[in-house]
């Protein structure tokens, strides 16, 4: 079966609709038979296939999620075509790979996440979330996304990595190129995919992922010569270590997943507890007991990031589906997240939602985000700072939405107190 014409996930248009708009178009998606088949729309200079099946409900984003042995992320997982090597060398990171290669690095690269080194970040967090309020209360209420939700994951993230302060504005504006290839307004380039706009925006791309990759390789470089027990002390020595080529994917990957991802997360926050006076209400009545279940809500209902690719490695069976070897299917989140056969009113934003199976941070298996209790924390440190010292913050007008099939973003957000 194939999508009719308003129901095109592979088209920019449908991206640019009302949030509204494309979660009806998956409810109707979910109440088909069977996964849809979207064709392919070829990219100049990279070029396409036939196209992948749809999966939009929870049972089949969470069965593909687990079998990472028949749902594969190689070749890629971040892209729906497949990517060139001259891409794949910027943004080939960890989560474009299957075992034994990808838990080698998954190994490495938790020493970012152990319980040790995220305790010792406590207090770091609740004085950067002290500070940027600092400073948006100096500079007066504006775009909330430019003076509070885009400052601490970017900074938490440079600082894990032992970027200096300098560099921290060129990071965020690297990472925007990144994740807002379709938007004008990270690239300057109308998202119509003609062979001058592709060319222009891809270059835009190389240069930005090149950027970032040779911040964190010289970085890496200057701490194998000198280690001082940081964090790319330790993932470039010892018996098992990055090379320079993998800490620079490192860093790109973790700027992207790590900083993109929870910015869009705290800034749906804020508007949702402002289109939702009671849940907020009952956050500020015992924040500390319903803290945990209002980040997760938030991150089940805004799901930051929209989908991943997997391709198939054997013909399979799912749920009623025969799947052939080297077939495309991409995990649509944002769809799992409202799936009504999992989540009772899904389309409501519930604090005390128990349970809540979300895939937000990705589904079970080997690729479920070795982030997800960071952004936990990072979310609970500002709101804590906001709702305490601005109790009456609060969004104003609409959210400035990023054009993108791949990162549920929120460009800029006016709020007030």
């Known amino acids: 079966m194939t999508l009719s014409a308003g129901l095109d996930l592979s088209q920019i248009p449908f991206w640019a609709l009302p949030q509204a708009e494309r979660m009806e178009a998956f409810r109707k998606l979910r109440a088909l038979e069977r996964p849809v088949f ?11 296939g036939p196209g992948y099946y749809a999966l939009v409900r929870h049972t089949d984003v969470v069965e593909a999620s687990r079998n990472a042995a028949v749902f594969s992320s190689e070749p890629c997982s971040n892209s729906v075509p497949d990517m060139p090597r001259w891409l794949s060398v ?34 770091d967090l609740a004085r950067a979330a002290a500070e940027i309020v600092d400073r948006a209360m100096e500079e007066g209420p504006g775009d909330f996304v430019a003076q509070v939700a885009a400052k601490l994951p970017v900074r938490v993230i440079c600082d894990m990595m032992g970027i200096p302060a300098k560099f921290h504005g060129m990071v965020l504006r690297r990472t925007n190129v990144i994740l807002g290839n379709a938007d004008p307004e990270y690239t300057g380039i109308a998202p119509e995919l003609s062979r001058v706009n592709v060319a222009r925006g891809l270059a835009k791309l190389l240069h930005a992922g ?65 289109d939702h006076p009671a849940q907020r209400e009952l956050l500020l009545a015992d924040f500390d007991r319903c803290i945990v279940g209002a980040c997760d809500e938030i991150v089940r209902h805004a799901t930051p990031v929209i989908q991943f690719r997997r391709t198939l490695t054997r013909d399979h069976e799912m749920n009623g589906t025969a799947y052939a070897k080297g077939d495309k299917v991409l995990l649509f989140y944002n769809s799992a997240n409202r799936d009504e056969a999992v989540f009772a009113d899904p389309d409501t934003f519930d604090i005390t939602r128990d349970p809540n199976p979300h895939v937000g941070f990705g589904g079970p298996g080997p690729h479920h985000c070795l982030g997800a209790h960071l952004a936990r924390r990072e979310m609970t440190v500002m709101f804590r700072e906001l709702f305490t010292r601005l109790p009456r913050v609060r969004a104003v007008g609409e959210p400035d939405h990023l054009l993108s099939n791949f990162i549920n973003g929120i460009k800029h957000l006016r709020y007030t107190w």
């Open 90 to 123: 910027y943004f080939g990171s960890m989560i474009n790979m299957d075992d034994p290669r990808h838990a080698r690095l998954r190994r490495i690269v938790s020493r970012a996440f152990t319980p040790r080194i995220l305790s010792k970040m406590e207090d």
């Open 38 to 48: 979207v064709r392919e729309q070829a990219v100049p200079f990279i070029g396409g």
């Open 210 to 274: 090149f950027s970032l990759n040779r911040l964190a390789a010289r970085l890496g470089d200057e701490r194998r010569r000198r280690p001082t027990g940081d964090l790319v002390s330790l993932l470039v020595n010892g018996d098992e270590r990055l090379t320079s080529q993998e800490l620079g994917s490192f860093f790109i990957l973790l700027v992207v997943a790590g900083s993109e991802t929870t910015r869009n997360a705290i800034a749906h926050g804020l508007k949702l507890f402002t």
